[in-house]
Structure formats: structure tokens, C-alpha cells
């Protein structure tokens, strides 16, 4: 390892241990061994006394700057500040949020528990209708908290009428139990549609945001565009992230009520087939 020079008199190396000591990025652990090392050589030259002074000052610069350097790259954001900068609008949109998904919990919890049946239940209405046990068929129907259970309740409550009438009576009864399944899906719906409307207006307030600064500071530069940009963009994002979520859970919904309905009318059919056998 070369040492330094000036004029006549030459300059040890820098130690070994203060190299590794750098090149791990130890700054202020570098600084200590300056001063130890300056302390050392106090009686040495006054060359030697300088170049350990300048390397130290180096070095204590460094370590000044090596926190702040790290401090301004490790910046970042969080999602809640990220979503604050969205603006007014963003109130509406986490509302219609908040409304979806309790909806889409509560009809989903509602519809799974009506599209429920014992597999044995209609075997067992049938076994009791034809052994002529009517009001133990009615007592089964009333302890099952079903669609379907219910339907059977109001035809076989019908029994001794004519069979327009009992027919009739069941289908209004299955009509009914759809309405009650059906019941605020329609917000749901009308949620899918409005927000991503919601987001719209939060792009055209960005846009209007980014004009008016700019007409007041009479200059073009990223921080007078940066806040209208983020209106803009995060407006729009969380206005159809919305929508979409809320437009397919009002499909799935409904489709299992579909399959509800499906079951509501097959059970009709098989209860107005029963009631029409003694008569055969």
C-alpha cells in the first residue's frame, strides 16, 4: 500500500481496519477510530496530525449526511393518507362502500339459509299427507323456518278447496318469499351504478383543481398538479373498484335466488301432485 506525500515527508496508509471499517459503511464507528488513532499519534509529526484531522472531519461529514440521505429514499405512504388525498368525493364513495358490503353479507348469509332443505323434508310431508296426518305436516311445516316450508304450510292449510284455489294460494306464497329475498337488493344495484359516477365527478374536481392552480401561481410545475392528479386518479380508482365489486355481488345474489325460486316451483309442482293422487 502506497503512502501519501507532501513535499519530503511522506504519509502512512490508512490502517487496515479503518478500510474495512469504511467499506462496511460504518461511518461513525470510522469516526471513533480516527480519534483513537489521533490520540495515539498526538507526539507524531504535525504532517501526520494533519491528514488524521482531515480524514476525521471526511468522515464525520458522511455520517452527518448518510441518515438524512436515507431518511428522504425510505419516505413513503400510507393507504388511509393515499385515499385522504382523493378529496370530498371519497366520502360518498367509502359510504356506498360501507352499505355494500353489509349488504352483500346480510343477503348472502339470508338467501344461503333459505335455499336449505332437509333432504328428507318433502319424503315426510308425503308420507303424512297420504297417512292423513294433516296436522302433524302442518306442525313440521311450521318448525322448519323455510321457503319451502312455509309454501307447503299455506297449500296444505288449502286442503278440501279446489285445486285452482290451492294452486294459486301457493304461488302467491312463493312470489312472496322471493320479494323477501329480494329485499334491498336493489340498492346493491343502484350502488354498481352510481359509483363509478361518483369517481367521475372526483376526475372532473381534479381537473378543475389543477386549472385554478395553476391560473393562480401563472406556472407549470408538479407540485401545483400533483394534488389535482391525485383527486383525480384516486377518485376515479375507488369509484369503480366499487362499482365493480358491488355489480357482481348483485348478480351472484341473484342468481342464488334463482336457484330459490327454482326449488320454490319445482315443490309446488311435486305438492299440487300429491293432493291430486287420492283423487286419481
Known amino acids: 500500500m502506497r503512502s501519501f506525500c507532501f513535499g519530503e515527508k511522506s504519509i502512512p496508509p490508512l490502517p487496515c481496519p479503518l478500510f474495512s471499517i469504511i467499506h462496511s459503511g460504518r461511518f461513525n464507528s470510522a469516526v471513533l477510530f480516527m480519534v483513537n488513532a489521533e490520540h495515539i499519534c498526538h507526539t507524531k509529526t504535525c504532517i501526520t496530525h494533519v491528514y488524521l484531522k482531515t480524514i476525521q472531519m471526511l468522515l464525520l461529514q458522511i455520517a452527518t449526511d448518510s441518515p438524512t440521505a436515507a431518511a428522504t429514499t425510505e419516505q413513503t405512504m400510507s393507504l388511509l393518507d393515499l385515499l385522504m388525498k382523493g378529496g370530498w368525493v371519497m366520502i360518498p364513495i367509502a359510504f356506498m362502500s360501507v352499505v355494500a358490503v353489509y349488504l352483500m353479507v346480510e343477503r348472502f348469509i339470508t338467501i344461503s339459509r333459505a335455499s336449505k332443505v332437509d333432504t328428507g323434508f318433502m319424503a315426510n310431508i308425503k308420507s303424512m299427507l297420504l297417512d292423513g296426518k294433516t296436522d302433524a305436516a302442518l306442525s313440521l311445516c311450521r318448525s322448519s323456518n323455510t321457503p319451502i316450508a312455509r309454501l307447503l304450510e299455506k297449500g296444505i292449510k288449502r286442503l278440501g278447496k279446489p285445486i285452482k284455489e290451492i294452486e294459486s294460494a301457493v304461488e302467491n306464497t312463493g312470489k312472496l318469499e322471493i320479494y323477501k329475498l329480494e329485499k334491498n337488493l336493489s340498492y346493491l344495484g343502484i350502488i354498481a351504478g352510481i359509483a363509478p359516477m361518483f369517481g367521475f365527478i372526483g376526475t372532473i374536481s381534479g381537473v378543475i383543481r389543477i386549472f385554478y392552480n395553476i391560473s393562480l401561481a401563472d406556472n407549470i410545475s408538479i407540485s401545483l398538479i400533483a ?54
Open 227 to 280: 394534488g389535482g392528479l391525485y383527486e383525480k386518479m384516486i377518485t376515479s380508482a375507488a369509484g369503480l373498484l366499487v362499482g365493480i365489486i358491488a355489480h357482481i355481488a348483485f348478480h351472484y345474489l341473484n342468481a342464488m335466488i334463482d336457484r330459490v325460486s327454482f326449488q320454490l316451483e319445482s315443490t309446488t309442482v311435486e305438492f299440487i301432485d300429491l293432493i291430486q293422487e287420492p283423487t286419481k
